[in-house]
Nanobody, 127 residues
Framework: EVQLVESGGGLVQAGGSLRLSCAIS????????IGWFRQAPGKAREGVSC????????YYADSVKGRFTISSDNAKNTVYLQMNSLKPEDTAVYYC????????????????????WGKGTLVTVSS
């Protein structure tokens, strides 16, 4: 069974940190790019960061560059998103998503291009 399970969300004060995890099972981890997306109330889902498991390349939205770090533990089939210097505008439900990178030619920040999704974890940053 294909599963992406997010964890690590919670309530944090502005300036604080959280680490999200995405535990993945049911498909060949190395073939995929894994992305983190977020959706705030009343706003569109947006791409935050992505890692290509095969070559290790990472990508970040401008809004999180220098504050968020994506990484993977290939032995554990898990992708992490370390979020530092959090701001109230980072408040959202965070989702991890996956796309088979052997065939994908779209943007890693396009949620429409992702094939598999977790159920999300809520991050709330208070001011």
């Amino acid at each position: 069974e294909v599963q992406l399970v997010e964890s690590g969300g919670g309530l944090v004060q502005a300036g604080g940190s959280l680490r999200l995890s995405c535990a993945i099972s049911g498909f060949t981890f190395d073939d995929y790019a894994i992305g983190w997306f977020r959706q705030a109330p009343g706003k569109a889902r947006e791409g935050v960061s992505c890692i290509n498991i095969g070559d290790g390349n990472t990508y970040y939205a401008d809004s999180v560059k220098g504050r968020f770090t994506i990484s993977s533990d290939n032995a554990k089939n898990t992708v992490y998103l370390q979020m530092n210097s959090l701001k109230p505008e980072d408040t959202a439900v965070y989702y991890c998503a996956a796309v088979d990178d052997r065939y994908y030619t779209g943007s890693y920040f396009s949620w429409q291009g992702m094939e598999l999704w977790g159920k999300g974890t809520l991050v709330t940053v208070s001011s």
